[in-house]
């Protein structure tokens, strides 16, 4: 199948040969880093991570995000998912990819990612991180690729992709529980020492995830011949409802616990990220535009008339989109190093190197994202009508 992928319209090259491009610039600066080092970024003593971590962390919420196409259509039988579900896990698979990217761009000397493998040391969480990201990544790959395959015969997908189908279901949501517990494990640092931070992320990942795949799924009926049906993406329209008024009840918790108990430690990010402190306050307007962001997604998804409406469903998604990407992929991971455990402010914002290689990270990612959407709408536009036995 992978033939498909290397025919298409001269739109099609257009766009891929872009995204070779980004690639490249992005390739180019983090040669200048490798030979330089991590000061070529914005990082420093202070602040040891920052957007490139920022990235992992916001992509394993999307590359999770696909167990909430699993669960109904293989758990519950909801075949109005049967025509998505590929695109949930090829989104999984090309997320899982940048997720690795950013943890290889961001470890400076790449030799060191090896350590992980040759001194594996099972009571560190990094050592987990890596086990369920790697075989989250084999899962979807594996399932998406026989499903598909056997959908392009016509035929039902071998028995055994079944276990394999179920058993990606704890695995999704172990990434992001995983991934939660690197930063509310780290007891030096409170903004991040919560309980709910893995529900935090749950919550982020069923609505980010799924409003990027709402966005994918009505871009995929506009510029090709495949459907994915509007009923599936009303169905998604919902999940993503009820994910985002979650996530932020969870963020309320958080300021309530913060400021009612009036611990200066747990209140302080809050400051920085939301007013500032003093003359520091470079964060401000993005967490602002974050809330606001999440205001108005709540208010076009929570009344099911604009949620119908999918003009006004693709703009919710978008501002869930944007609104995560800068709170869970920006301010989460920042706002947890500002103050330092010594009360002192170094501020970040990350360079153009930094962010140039971050686009080609992203780029990378589309490049394989088209490509497998490329293969599974082929195989649908060829199979369109065929009832097929999952």
Known sequence: ??????????????????????IGVGFYFYLKQFDYGLGITGMSRDVSWGLYIGQFTFLVGVAASAVMLVIPFYLHDFKKFGKIVI??????VSAVIMCLLFIFTDMGQPTRVLNVILHPTPNSIMFWDMLVLNGYLVLNILIGWITLSADRKVVKPPSWIKPLIYLSI?????????????????????????????????ASAF?????????????VRRLSKFDPGREPIQALG????????????????????????AVPEHMRSFVYLYSGIAKYAKLVPLMWASAILAVLSLVLLVIPASRRNEALLAIACVSVFISLWIDKGFGLVIGGFIPNPFDRITEYWPTLPEILISLGIWAVGFLVLTALYKIAITVREETEGIEIEH
């Not at 695109?87 to 999984?92: P, Y």
């Open 238 to 261: 919902k999940i993503v409802t009820y994910a985002m008024v979650a996530n932020v009840f969870f963020l309320c918790l958080e300021f309530f616990t913060a400021f009612y108990s």
């Open 1 to 22: 199948m992978v033939e498909k992928a290397l025919t298409g319209s001269r739109r099609y090259w257009a766009w891929m040969f872009f995204l070779l491009a980004v």
């Open 87 to 92: 695109l949930g896990e090829f989104l999984a």
């Open 207 to 219: 609505a980010g995830g799924p409003a990027l795949l709402i966005i994918l799924a009505l871009l």
């Open 170 to 202: 704890p695995w999704a949501f172990s990434i992001h529980t995983v991934t939660a517990f690197l930063y509310a494990g780290l007891p030096g640092r409170h903004f991040w020492l919560s309980a709910i931070m893995a529900a935090r992320f749950l």
